[in-house]
Nanobody
Framework: QVQLVESGGGLVQAGDSLRLSCLASGRTFSPSTIGWFRQAPGKEREFVAAISWSGSNTVYADSVKGRFTISRDNAKNTAYLHMNSLKAEDTAVYYC??????????????????WGRGTQVTVST
């Protein structure tokens, strides 16, 4: 059974940093793409970043480019989202997602098959 568990969220001040983690279980030896998404209250879930199995390919939303970095450690079955220079508008529940099929890095929720339950990130001003 494929599962994803996010951790690392919390309450921080604007300008602070956080590192989110996404621990995967099930089919961990199968190549997969990992994506991070977020959803603020009253808004649709939006793409944040994605990374290929090898880690050599990444893609970011324009709103986080230059501030967030996605990475993964396949030996630990874990993906990370390093978030710097956090802003109030980054406040949301952050989800990691996983898909096993090949192709360009997905940037829409419908392209992913498995999801975690999310971790709350709140940025105060």
């Amino acid at each position: 059974q494929v599962q994803l568990v996010e951790s690392g969220g919390g309450l921080v001040q604007a300008g602070d940093s956080l590192r989110l983690s996404c621990l995967a279980s099930g089919r961990t030896f199968s190549p997969s793409t990992i994506g991070w998404f977020r959803q603020a209250p009253g808004k649709e879930r939006e793409f944040v970043a994605a990374i290929s199995w090898s880690g050599s390919n990444t893609v970011y939303a324009d709103s986080v480019k230059g501030r967030f970095t996605i990475s993964r450690d396949n030996a630990k079955n874990t993906a990370y989202l390093h978030m710097n220079s956090l802003k109030a508008e980054d406040t949301a529940v952050y989800y990691c997602a996983r898909r096993f099929h090949e192709g360009p890095l997905g940037t829409s929720p419908g392209e992913y098959d498995y999801w975690g339950r999310g971790t709350q990130v709140t940025v105060s001003t």
